[in-house]
């Protein structure tokens, strides 16, 4: 028991002696208390003010230095947040710059397109004919001899053999044959055909006949059946129209003369044609069907409205 109570009277003065000096305590409050009140009342005047500077010239340079020599290691989880932020503004702006560059290469695309609808559409109120609209989706040449194209209209569309194709330039061919989805049109330039016009200025009807080539060299001959008639350069040629109007309407543009060849021998004429159509560059084309015929796509009427 002795042994205990000694221990416990160790600790207390152990504990003692660590404590300040209650009025070394109550000094130092009063001094700061002394202190601040004559630093608020002197202003500049301050009798601390002094000290106060000599402690600035003191330890500013080195909080300066300091603060120098820790902002690399502050500052490097900042970097790494703003290393983030900026790949991701990065990857931001490439896929922004990626969908513009998509768009423009699409604008010339687009703007062509929508001016062969407007096209397509004028030429109905034009024309007066009923279009069911179309796309060209294969060249038939790489198929067979003759020259055609596949276009994305069949008969669930409304579309059958020996009707008109058009576009917003002219006359384009006729329909050989038809799937469900899809129509194979011969061209009007083909060797093989065969198409009736009228020359717009004199109303003499002749004969045009395709010489089997779709490029810039794409001609027609026609032969007017009043041999003794001679077209100008630079008349206009539009379609006879067949009986029906199947396999062709009338009043179709289809080119105009460019030269003629007169035969010294029996003195007929000979009439070379250029068509309107830029038969290498065919996309959206027309097909000539009757006034409230019934599809499975909006059809452009007489008037230019769709229905």
């Avoid at 330039?169 to 093989?192: E, H, N, P, Q, W």
């Avoid at 007017?224 to 206009?236: I, K, M, Y």
């Avoid at 007169?262 to 065919?282: C, M």
Wanted: aromatic residues 4%.
């Amino acid at each position: 028991m002795a042994t205990e109570k000694r221990w416990r009277s160790t600790d207390r003065l152990d504990g003692d002696r660590r404590r300040p000096p209650t009025s070394l305590v109550v000094a130092l409050v009063l001094a700061c208390l002394s202190l601040m009140t004559l630093d608020v009342r002197g202003g500049d005047d301050s009798p601390v003010e002094g000290a106060r500077r000599v402690v600035g010239e003191v330890l500013g340079p080195v909080e300066s230095g300091t603060t120098g020599v820790l902002r690399p290691f502050t500052a490097v989880p900042e970097w790494f947040r703003t290393r983030d932020g900026m790949q991701d503004e990065i990857s931001d702006l490439e896929a922004e710059n990626a969908r513009l560059r998509a768009e423009a290469n699409r604008a010339d695309y687009d703007r062509n397109r929508l001016q062969e609808y407007d096209g397509l559409t004028a030429a109905a109120s034009d024309l007066g004919f009923a279009l069911v609209p179309a796309r060209v989706v294969g060249l038939g040449a790489s198929q067979s001899f003759s020259d055609t194209v596949t276009i994305d209209a069949g008969s669930d569309s409304g579309l059958r053999a020996d009707m008109t194709v058009l576009n917003d330039d002219g006359l384009v061919g006729r329909i050989l044959r038809v799937t469900r989805t899809t129509s194979t049109v011969l061209l009007l330039v083909d060797a093989d055909s065969v198409v009736g016009g009228r020359i717009g200025r004199s109303m003499q009807v002749g004969f045009l006949h395709g010489r089997g080539s779709i490029g810039d060299d794409a001609r027609l001959d026609l032969e007017l059946v009043d041999e003794s008639v001679v077209p100008a350069e630079g008349d206009s040629v539009v379609t006879w129209g067949s009986e029906g109007g199947a396999p062709y309407v009338a009043g179709v543009p289809v080119g105009q003369v460019t030269t003629v060849y007169s035969n010294l021998r029996d003195s007929s004429q000979r009439a070379v044609i250029e068509p309107y159509v830029d038969f290498g560059s065919l996309d959206v084309v027309g097909v000539v069907v009757p006034s409230g015929s019934g599809s499975d796509r909006a059809v452009i009427e007489a008037d230019g409205s769709l229905k």
